[in-house]
T-cell receptor, first 113, second 109 residues
Framework: DSGVTQTPKHLITATGQRVTLRCSPR?????VYWYQQSLDQGLQFLIQ???????AKGNILERFSAQQFPDLHSELNLSSLELGDSALYFC????????????FGSGTRLTVV | QKEVEQDPGPLSVPEGAIVSLNCTYS??????FMWYRQYSRKGPELLMY????GNKEDGRFTAQVDKSSKYISLFIRDSQPSDSATYLC?????????FGQGTILTVHP
């Protein structure tokens, strides 16, 4: 167990729907990162939060949004889902910014049908 | 062109072989270099990290960085079936980690 908790582990939903993925960072970690992993694109950075504030954005679609709450857990919201959004979504955390490596959760496998 | 290039393999070797995994990169801003290991249905876990050019050894694993050539390598000595996983290189610059595609490694008994 890495200490980063992601729920749910699996999610199957229909096109056009909206889902929320949840992440609890490792105890003491202030920074949360979201990544999308698909077979053809590999691990793609979506967005980073630090202590409740958005710090960096990657290739995140406008249909996707995220936030980090005062208790430091984070949620990734995916709306108007398309078949191509099917992927593994990982959350990672680190104690602070500028840390060389992250601790990853086990991911949420999203299947859009 | 991707910032980080990594041959996805797959790579299949017999137990006991020396494995060489490589990545090239194009962004000179990358300062920290890491290797992650990802088992099936799990999240990536940090295996090794290096900052400067040269070698860093940890047990059966050696990470090598050549900044002048923008090339990093991971060597696994005496490979074991338990080393079978996807290995991702990662590089840090401008506050974010950029990952390679990952190389699928299978070590067969």
């Amino acid at each position: 167990d890495s200490g980063v908790t992601q729920t749910p582990k699996h999610l199957i939903t229909a096109t056009g729907q909206r889902v929320t993925l949840r992440c609890s960072p490792r105890s003491g970690d202030l920074s949360v990162y979201w990544y999308q992993q698909s077979l053809d694109q590999g691990l793609q950075f979506l967005i980073q939060y630090y202590n409740g504030e958005e710090r960096a954005k990657g290739n995140i679609l406008e249909r996707f949004s995220a936030q980090q709450f005062p208790d430091l857990h984070s949620e990734l919201n995916l709306s108007s889902l398309e078949l191509g959004d099917s992927a593994l979504y990982f959350c990672a955390s680190s104690p602070r910014e500028g840390v060389y490596g992250y601790t990853f959760g086990s991911g949420t496998r999203l299947t859009v049908v | 062109q991707k910032e980080v290039e990594q041959d996805p393999g797959p790579l299949s070797v017999p137990e006991g072989a020396i494995v060489s995994l490589n990545c090239t990169y194009s962004n000179s801003a990358f300062q920290y270099f890491m290797w992650y290991r990802q088992y099936s249905r799990k999240g990536p876990e940090l295996l090794m990290y290096t900052y400067s050019s040269g070698n860093k050894e940890d047990g059966r694993f050696t990470a090598q960085v050549d900044k002048s050539s923008k090339y990093i390598s991971l060597f696994i000595r005496d490979s074991q079936p338990s080393d079978s996983a996807t290995y991702l290189c990662a590089m840090r610059g401008y506050g974010k980690l950029t990952f390679g595609q990952g190389t699928i490694l299978t070590v067969h008994p």
